[in-house]
C-alpha cells in the first residue's frame, strides 16, 4: 500500500489529540504503531478506518493516492465497508454465536445472501481452527479463541487492508501467542495491515516500519530493525527502555 497523511489534526473539544502528524508510506506492507497511552494511536487508526474525522484544515489521509473524503459520507461508508478491524476488546455481540458475530456484517453490511454469507462465514472460521467452536456464544470461548473470531469476522469480508488496535493487551502470554501467529499468518498472505502493539518482539520480527506516537505528535519513524536498536529521539529510548525492562 501507499499511504500518505498530511497535516493531520485531531481534538475532542479543547484537549488536541492528534497535533499535525504526516506520514508517508511507499509500496509498504504494513505499519506498526508504538508509543505510550494516551499517545493518539487509536484515534489515528479510527481516522485511517474512517470512524472518526480530522479536524477542519487537515491535509488529506490518502491510500494509493485516493484521498479520503471527510466531508461525504457515502464515499467513508465505502472505505469502512472495504476494510477489516480488530479491536483490543472484541466488539463481538454477546447473545450472538462465533458463526453469527461473523456471518452478520456479511448480511446486513455486504448483501451477501444468508447461504452465501454462512459458506464465506465458516471458511474464514476453519482457517482459524474455530469450526468446532461456531455454535459457541461470546462467554463460552477463551479470550484467544474470542479474539481469533473478531479477526475471522474482519478476514470474511475480504478486506483491501486490516487495523489491529492492541489486539492481544486483553490476553495472557499463551493466548497472546496464538493471535499473534494468525496475525503474521495474514501478513504472509500479502494482506496491507496497520498494527497497534505493545508486542516489541512481534513487531520487530513483522520487520515493517515503526512509528512511535506521543503527545499527539510523530516522534521517530523508521524500519523496526532501526528504531528498536538505534532509537535516535530520547523519547523513544525512554519508551523503550521503560517497555523492555521487564
Ligand atoms: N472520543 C473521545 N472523546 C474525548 N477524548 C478522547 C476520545 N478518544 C480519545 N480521547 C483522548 O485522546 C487521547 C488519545 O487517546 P487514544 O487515541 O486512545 O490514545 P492511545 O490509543 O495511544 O492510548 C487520550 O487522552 C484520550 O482520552
Ligand atoms: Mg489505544
Redesign the pocket.
Known sequence: MNLTLEHIHKS??P?K?LDDISLTLRDAQGLVLI??????????LRILAALERPDLGSGPVAFDGRPLDFHHETSLREHRRGVGTVFQAYNLFPHFTALENVTLPLVHVHGHSPATAKAMAMEALERFHLDQHCHKRPAELSGGQRQRVAIARAIAIKPSMLFF?EPTSALDPEMTGEVLEVIEEIKEEGKDFVL?THEMGFARRLGVQVAL?AG?RIVETGPAEEIFTQPREEVTQRFLAKILRY
Do not use: E
Open positions: 475532542f473539544g484537549h489529540v508509543g505510550p497511552s494516551g499517545g493518539g494511536k487509536s484515534t489515528l488496535d497497534v506516537l499527539g
